[in-house]
């Protein structure tokens, strides 16, 4: 395939079906990742240039099949998944998911996250919800049982939902944009369990952070209560059905900023067709490297301003990576949080862990529930839930 024959065949639409990005956008990523592509010898004219590496990359993420996407390009089935490998692997020595560099200490001090939280404070009426610096949540990726050939327990990698996948944690700001994700759990681990395994949950439990002693915090749902009860850094919603009007408030407004990472979700899988199938990639925790590439994608659209794909792509169900040739992305590939598939205690310094009796159990919760009750600003009028049982000063307005 040449190139540029391809580009002019397309119409800027069509070339947006295909790869689910713009021809600048793609350009964009092109020049990017360009110093980070393998070198081609001099003594080989004939070797794949980085356009249709990276071509056969986007369409096989957009969901393409594997075989249609190797012969348009002329190139064997074992080239393809070099070629692809090579992508992934520039894209992480390119792009970075900035929330660690923003949460080390001298850059907590120096105001780092102020941007983050003026976004969130849009989200709420004259940014009563101040603070807020990222919605937390929890995707399962689904695996195909295959994938799993050289694990011993496969039942730990089943999950509730019943399929087989990995624990994937993603902090999401208030632009969908994805500031961090880590995979170190299988399945069927809880998302508290999850988040406890992982950096980020480290430096929540940290008392000394300072992180921990400013008004920041990130948005969680139910399952983080119990990290919640360790960290003032960490806001999930107020347990019980039958709440009063100034908790039931607070939870409906937590809620509407914590929906932005379910929205990156929905964006990140409608734009990257192959995760509309259970992944087969081998070894396994290739997972963790594919779905950190798809995030650093996913936001370097966001900033050329692409819209996801709501179309569907068909899909071949065999379609998903087998190992990544030798030299197209080792086993310590540019610092990715590698997979753990067991519950290891390893990652987890009981010494880090506030003692029960002095645990702050969500200081700015109740700061913010009684901000908002301050200003009687309670659950919208369209929201179809109201959790709290109105009292006599509610029936009297």
């Not at 259970?278 to 290739?286: E, I, M, N």
């Not at 590439?293 to 169900?317: F, I, T, Y």
Request: proline share 5%.
């Amino acid at each position: 395939m040449v190139w540029a024959e391809r580009v002019a065949s397309l119409t800027p639409f069509e070339f947006r079906r295909r790869y689910h990005i713009t021809l600048e956008g793609f350009n964009e990523i092109l020049r990017d990742i360009e110093n980070a592509m393998p070198r081609v010898p001099a003594n080989m004219p004939k070797a794949v240039p980085n356009e249709l590496k990276l071509s056969m990359a986007l369409r096989w993420m957009a969901g393409g099949s594997y075989l249609d996407i190797a012969d348009m390009h002329g190139v064997s089935d074992k080239t393809f998944y070099q070629h692809v490998w090579q992508v992934i692997e520039a894209v992480h020595k390119s792009y970075d998911l900035k929330l660690l560099e923003l949460l080390k200490p001298e850059n907590v001090r120096n105001g780092s996250l102020e941007k983050l939280a003026e976004g969130f404070d849009r989200k709420s009426p004259n940014g009563v919800m101040s603070g807020c610096i990222g919605a937390l949540d929890g995707l399962a990726v689904k695996l195909e049982k295959r994938a799993l050939k050289d694990e011993g327990d496969k039942g730990k990698f089943y999950c509730r939902k019943g399929f087989y996948s990995l624990n994937f944690q993603v902090v999401a700001d208030a632009d969908r944009r994805i500031l961090w994700c880590s995979s170190r759990t299988c399945g069927s681990t809880h998302d508290s369990m999850a988040l406890e395994l992982t950096e980020l949950g480290a430096i929540l439990r940290d008392v000394a952070h300072p992180l921990n002693n400013s008004d920041y915090w990130f948005a969680g749902d139910d399952a983080y209560k119990g990290p919640a009860n360790n960290s003032d850094s960490l806001l999930t919603p107020y347990e019980g059905r039958s709440l009063d009007a100034a908790h039931d408030a607070f939870n409906a407004w937590q809620s509407k900023l914590r929906i932005e990472v379910e929205c990156a979700f929905g964006a990140l899988v409608h734009r990257w067709g192959i995760l509309h199938r259970k992944l087969s990639v081998r070894p396994l925790r290739h997972v963790t490297t594919l779905m950190s590439a798809l995030c650093k994608l996913h936001n370097k659209c966001m900033e050329c301003q692409m819209p996801e794909h709501k179309g569907r792509v068909m899909s071949d169900r065999y379609g998903s990576a087998p190992p990544p040739a030798k030299g197209a992305g080792g086993a310590d590939l540019f610092g990715v949080d590698w997979a753990e598939w067991r519950l290891a205690p390893k990652f987890f310094d009981p010494a880090t862990r506030i003692p029960a009796g002095s645990r702050r159990r969500q200081r700015m919760r109740d700061i913010l529930r009684d901000r908002l009750d301050e200003v009687r600003l309670r659950r919208p009028a369209t929201s179809s839930y109201r959790g709290y049982t109105a009292g006599a000063d509610e029936a009297a307005e």
